[in-house]
């Protein structure tokens, strides 16, 4: 079993830029597809985009694709998603995922989550 911990999350301007963190505990970290998920006020929880166990291959949904970028340092145990160009519509409690089953364009089998971080983008 594994227990995520994300950091990072904070205030930041329009078109700024954040990087959160997920920290993970156990021995298998290098081994879990890890995702990045979202919830806005008064919305369903979004898939953002997730990585492979390697650090090989990413996936974005579309309203992300080109400002966030998720990677990972599997010697720390640690995922990132590093966030720019940041619009008010990024405002959201930012959680990371892991999983077992390769496939990160897959937003489920997620077993494992964090407990989040808030990211808030005023205009």
């Known amino acids: 079993q594994v227990q995520l911990v994300e950091s990072g999350g904070g205030l930041v301007q329009a078109g700024g830029s954040l990087r959160l963190s997920c920290a993970a505990s156990?021995?298998?970290?290098?081994?879990?597809?890890m995702g990045w998920f979202r919830q806005a006020p008064g919305k369903e929880r979004e898939f953002v985009g997730a990585?492979?166990?390697?650090?090989?291959?990413?996936y974005y949904v579309d309203s992300v694709k080109g400002r966030f970028t998720i990677n990972r340092d599997n010697a720390k145990n640690t995922v990132y998603l590093q966030m720019a160009t940041l619009k008010p519509e990024d405002t959201a409690v930012y959680s990371c995922?892991?999983?077992?089953?390769?496939?990160?364009?897959?937003?489920?089998?997620?077993?494992?989550w964090g407990q989040g971080t808030q990211v808030t983008v005023s205009s």
């Open positions: 156990g021995r298998s970290f290098s081994t879990y597809t």
């Open positions: 995922a892991a999983k077992r089953q390769t496939g990160v364009s897959n937003l489920y089998g997620y077993d494992y």
């Open positions: 990585i492979s166990a390697s650090g090989g291959i990413t």
